[in-house]
């Protein structure tokens, strides 16, 4: 098992777009807000890096989906890969995208407030509300 600050590989399901990270934790955490759900299909598994290089970013499609955060997709079979901050101060990458997703723990889940009514999950997680999230990211700087 690999432990935070190693490096981890990933990339998109046609693999024009791979991936080195240096993940902050071994933990993931799911995103429930509806840009998230729509962008992955889903809920959006996320693992936060402390470092992001993509091998060739020719093939990584680039969407700014609001004032201050971007989500990146292979460009040619759509996979949703990254979500980052337009400054460059934060990332996380799919947590499906990576090559070997074993040994992490399901930590977090952020917008809990604007997750359907359909679906949980029954790991023991931090929850945070949408309000809640923002203002703890806030406080770090960002």
Known sequence: MSEAGSDLSGGCLCGAVRFKAVIAK????ACHCGMCRRWSGGVFLAVECESLAI???????IYRSSDYGERG???TCGSSLIWRMQDGSAAVVSYQALDKPTGF???????????????GFANPTKKMTGAEFIAAFAGEGT
């Not at 071994?26 to 955490?29: I, L, Q, S, T, W």
């Not at 723990?105 to 679906?119: N, R």
């Open 26 to 29: 071994h933990e993931f955490g």
């Open 55 to 61: 091998e060739d970013e020719s093939a990584l499609g």
């Open 73 to 75: 997709f292979c460009k």
């Open 105 to 119: 723990t399901f930590a977090s889940e952020i917008f809990i407030d604007d997750k359907p009514d359909v679906y």
